[in-house]
C-alpha cells in the first residue's frame, strides 16, 4: 500500500501539470506562428532566396566551434606563451569529439536505439564512441608529442593509453565518459522535444485541414441550398407572371454573378455582403404581394471590415420564406448594425413555420450553426424564439478588426 501511493501521488501531480504545460506549449506554438507570419510578409527580397536547410546548423556549429579562440587569444586569460598547438588540441579535441558523438546520437543512435527500445545496442555503440573518441585523442597527442625515434611500435606498445608522458590520466579517461553520457542524456531529451514539438505542430495543421475542408464542404453546401430555394421561387413565379420571372431569373443572374466573384474568399467586406442579403431579399420580394410589410435597415460604422461570406444568409432565408400567413399582416423586419468589431443581426417575422417531413429540411440552419462553430467559436451569441405571432432571431459576431 505504501509503494502504490507514492506512485499515485507523482502520477496526480504529473496529470495536474499536464494543462499547464499544455497551455504553455500551444501559447508558445502561436507566438512563433506569429512571429513566422511576420517573416513571411516581410517584402525584403534577399529574404526570399532559397537558402538550404543545412547552413543555419553549420552557422551555428561554426559559431560554438570557433567563439573559445576568442578566449585562448585573449591575454587576460591566457599568456603568450602558453598558446600553443599542444594547448588548441587539448581545448578542441575533446569538443570536436563530443560534437561528433553528439551528432551521432542525435541523427542515428536515440532513434534507432532509444526510440527502438534497443538499449543494450545503445550502450555499446556510444561505448564504441567513447573508446574511438579517446584512441583518436591518442594519436593526436602522439603526432604532437613524439621523438624521431618514437615510431608505430613505440606508439601501440608504450604511449597509447598509458600515463607515461602526462598526456593521460585517470580523471581524463572519468570525465570523458560523464562528458559523454551528459551528451547522451541531453541526446534522448532533445529528440524527444523535437518529436514533441513535431506531433504537436502536424496535430495542428491536421485539424486546420480537417477544419478547412469542412467550411469548404459547408460553403458549397450552402450556395446550392440558396439556389434551389430561389429556383422554386422562379418557377411558381413562370405560370402566375411570366414578366415578373423573368426580371427575377435577370436578377438572379446577377446576384449569382456577385456570389461567384465575392464569396469564394475567406472573408468579404460587409458592405459586399450586405449588398447580397439585400439582393436576395429583392428576388424574394417578387413572388410576394405588395401588401407584405418588408424593411431592411442598416447602419455600418465601417463598412469594409471582413466578414465571413453569407454567414447570415439562412437567417434571411427563413425570415422572408417562412413569413407568409394566410392571415394576412405579412412583414419581415432585418436590421443589421455594425460598431467596432460587433455586428448584430436581427429578423422579425410573421410567424408561419413550414411542416415538412423532408430529411433535407432544416438544412440552412444546420449548416449555418456548423459555420458559426468554425468560424466564429467562442466568439458569436445566436438566438430564435417566437414572441406571439412574431418570430425573431439575433446574431451577435465579434469580427477581426486587424483583418480590415
Known amino acids: 500500500m505504501s509503494e502504490k501511493q507514492p506512485k499515485n501521488v507523482i502520477t496526480h501531480f504529473f496529470e495536474n501539470q499536464r494543462g499547464i504545460f499544455q497551455n504553455l506549449q500551444d501559447l508558445d506554438l502561436e507566438r512563433n506562428e506569429k512571429r513566422l507570419r511576420k517573416v513571411l510578409e516581410d517584402e525584403n527580397v534577399s529574404l526570399k532566396y532559397p ?5 543555419a546548423s553549420f552557422l551555428l556549429w561554426a559559431f560554438f566551434l ?3 579562440i576568442v578566449l585562448l587569444l585573449d591575454p ?3 599568456t603568450q606563451s602558453s598558446i600553443n598547438p599542444r594547448n588548441f588540441v587539448a581545448y578542441y579535441a575533446p ?27 545503445y ?21 604532437l608529442d613524439r621523438t624521431p625515434g618514437e615510431g608505430v611500435g613505440y606508439f601501440f606498445s608504450t604511449y597509447c593509453f598509458s600515463f607515461v608522458k602526462g598526456h593521460l590520466s585517470v580523471w581524463t579517461i572519468i570525465s570523458f565518459i560523464l562528458l559523454v553520457v551528459l551528451v547522451c542524456v541531453i541526446s534522448v531529451f532533445y529528440n524527444l522535444i523535437v518529436r514533441q514539438v513535431l506531433r504537436l505542430f502536424f496535430a495542428r495543421e491536421q485539424k486546420r485541414s480537417e477544419l478547412q475542408y469542412e467550411l469548404d464542404f459547408l460553403k458549397n453546401q450552402l450556395s446550392p441550398h440558396f439556389l434551389f430555394n430561389t429556383l422554386n421561387n422562379i418557377s411558381a413565379l413562370i405560370q402566375i407572371d411570366p414578366k415578373r420571372a423573368e426580371n427575377s431569373m435577370a436578377k438572379l443572374s446577377k446576384l449569382l454573378r456577385v456570389m461567384l466573384y465575392q464569396t469564394s474568399d475567406k472573408t468579404i467586406a460587409l458592405k459586399d455582403d450586405v449588398d447580397i442579403l439585400e439582393k436576395y431579399a429583392e428576388l424574394e420580394k417578387l413572388r410576394l404581394d405588395e401588401s407584405f410589410d418588408f424593411k431592411f435597415e442598416t447602419k455600418l460604422e465601417d463598412p469594409n471590415i471582413q466578414v ?13 420564406k417562412h413569413s407568409s400567413n394566410t392571415e394576412g399582416n405579412n412583414f419581415a423586419h432585418i436590421s443589421i448594425v455594425q460598431s467596432g468589431n460587433t ?5 422579425e417575422n410573421s410567424n408561419c413555420p413550414r411542416k415538412s417531413n423532408s430529411k433535407s429540411s432544416g438544412l440552412g440552419l444546420t449548416t449555418f450553426k456548423k459555420r458559426l462553430e468554425l468560424l466564429y467559436p467562442d466568439k458569436y451569441e445566436y438566438k ?21
Open 51 to 55: 537558402v538550404p536547410p543545412f547552413v
Open 66 to 68: 570557433l567563439f573559445p
Open 76 to 78: 587576460n586569460y591566457y
Open 95 to 121: 569538443l570536436i569529439m563530443t560534437v561528433v558523438i553528439f551528432s551521432a546520437n542525435q541523427k542515428f543512435l536515440v532513434p534507432r536505439c532509444i526510440f527502438k527500445k534497443h538499449y543494450l545496442a
Open 123 to 143: 550502450f555499446v555503440y556510444n561505448s564504441l564512441l567513447i573508446f574511438l573518441a579517446l584512441f583518436l585523442r591518442e594519436i593526436v597527442f602522439f603526432l
Open 308 to 320: 465571413a461570406p453569407l454567414v447570415a444568409m439562412p437567417l434571411m432565408e427563413n425570415a422572408m
Open 343 to 347: 455586428l448584430q443581426f436581427t429578423a
Open 384 to 404: 430564435a424564439e417566437v414572441v406571439g405571432d412574431t418570430y425573431c432571431t439575433y446574431l451577435k459576431l465579434l469580427l477581426d478588426s486587424s483583418s480590415n
